[in-house]
């Protein structure tokens, strides 16, 4: 079993959407979870991440951990063409950034 | 620089070829990772240096890679008598240390192809 199961889509939506990325993992030691964006052929780069359980909000992305169930939420509010890209869920302990596979998100103009 | 420089951007090896991958982090982090994606996944963790000290190693798949980074800055992957499994891009991402969880910075990567 992988540590970090993620959808690997891809997800197409329409310009102005809300969207949902979400992932689970399996290693309850996990306390920090990130999102990276990648962009095609670029290195991931850091969205915004949380600690432990809860939300947290920053502009049109909010991220959210239930650590209870395990699961973790990426939400794009109003969601624009630029923000087409690979969005992979980041649980990290230790200095070790545990990727997902990552989701293919395609925002149609 | 401004970022993570990672060089060739582009490699090509005949399977059996040796092969070094040069990483440039930003100036100062102490800490420096290798990861390996293959096409269409996340990148997996192959191994981590605080300063000049391997201190994670891993996840090397096999005796034939191998990572330095001698002075504490500038790292290198080598990858010895390459086989087509290796072909993947290799990225190399750094930070500097703080309390908790810090951002790392990546790299655009190598991208290896092994024929």
């Known amino acids: 079993q992988k540590e970090v199961e993620q959808d690997p889509g891809p997800l197409s939506v329409p310009e102005g959407a809300i969207v949902s990325l979400n992932c689970t993992y399996s290693n309850s030691a996990f306390q920090y979870f990130m999102w990276y964006r990648q962009y095609s052929r670029k290195g991931p780069e850091l969205l915004m991440y949380t600690y432990s359980s809860g939300n947290k909000e920053d502009g049109r992305f909010t991220a959210q951990v239930d650590k209870s169930s395990k699961y973790i939420s990426l939400f794009i509010r109003d969601s624009q063409p630029s923000d087409s890209a690979t969005y992979l869920c980041v649980p990290y302990n230790f200095n070790k950034f545990y990727f997902g596979s990552g989701t293919k998100l395609n925002v149609k103009p | 620089g401004a970022g993570v420089s990672q060089s060739p951007r ?94 790392a910075f990546f790299g655009q990567g190598t991208r290896l192809t092994v024929v």
Request: proline share 5%.
């Open chain 2, 10 to 103: 582009y490699k090509v090896a005949k399977r059996g070829q040796d092969v070094a991958l040069r990483c440039d982090p930003i100036s100062g982090h102490v800490s420096l990772f290798w990861y390996q994606q293959a096409l269409g996944q996340g990148p997996e963790f192959l191994t981590y240096f605080q300063n000049e000290a391997q201190l994670d190693k891993s996840g090397l798949p096999s005796d034939r890679f191998f990572a330095e980074r001698p002075e504490g800055s500038v790292s290198t992957l080598k990858i010895q008598r390459t086989q087509q499994e290796d072909s993947a891009v290799y990225l190399c991402a750094s930070s500097s240390p703080g309390q908790g969880v810090t951002e």
